[in-house]
Nanobody, 124 residues
Framework: QVTFIESGGGEVQVGGSLRLSCIVS????????MAWFRQAPGKERTFVAV????????NYADSVKGRFTASRDNAKNTIYLQMNSLKPEDTAVYSC?????????????????WGQGTQVTVSS
């Protein structure tokens, strides 16, 4: 059984920062493509960032490039999302996800396992 422990969400003012963490168990983490997605109220889930197995050269959604940094620690079965210069439009539930595919993918349908999500609220 694949399980996720997500943490780091909360409420922050515009321009602030948060760091999300996602600890994964129940799969071979070092050979798993991992990603972050988010879902704002009343909207569809959208891609945020994807990490290859090695974590090199993460791919980001245009809306977060230059502000968010995704990383992974394969020794700790953990991925991270450092979020800086937060905006009200970043308010959403952020979820980590695991894909069985080798190549990093930005499509939610390619992810097999999902965390429960952590709420991020950016207030002005």
């Amino acid at each position: 059984q694949v399980t996720f422990i997500e943490s780091g969400g909360g409420e922050v003012q515009v321009g602030g920062s948060l760091r999300l963490s996602c600890i994964v168990s129940g799969l071979t983490f070092r050979t798993t493509t991992m990603a972050w997605f988010r879902q704002a109220p009343g909207k569809e889930r959208t891609f945020v960032a994807v990490l290859s197995r090695s974590g090199e050269q993460p791919n980001y959604a245009d809306s977060v490039k230059g502000r968010f940094t995704a990383s992974r620690d394969n020794a700790k079965n953990t991925i991270y999302l450092q979020m800086n210069s937060l905006k009200p439009e970043d308010t959403a539930v952020y979820s980590c996800a695991a894909s069985p595919y080798y190549l990093p993918t930005t499509m939610a349908t390619n992810y097999e396992h999902w965390g429960q999500g952590t709420q991020v609220t950016v207030s002005s």
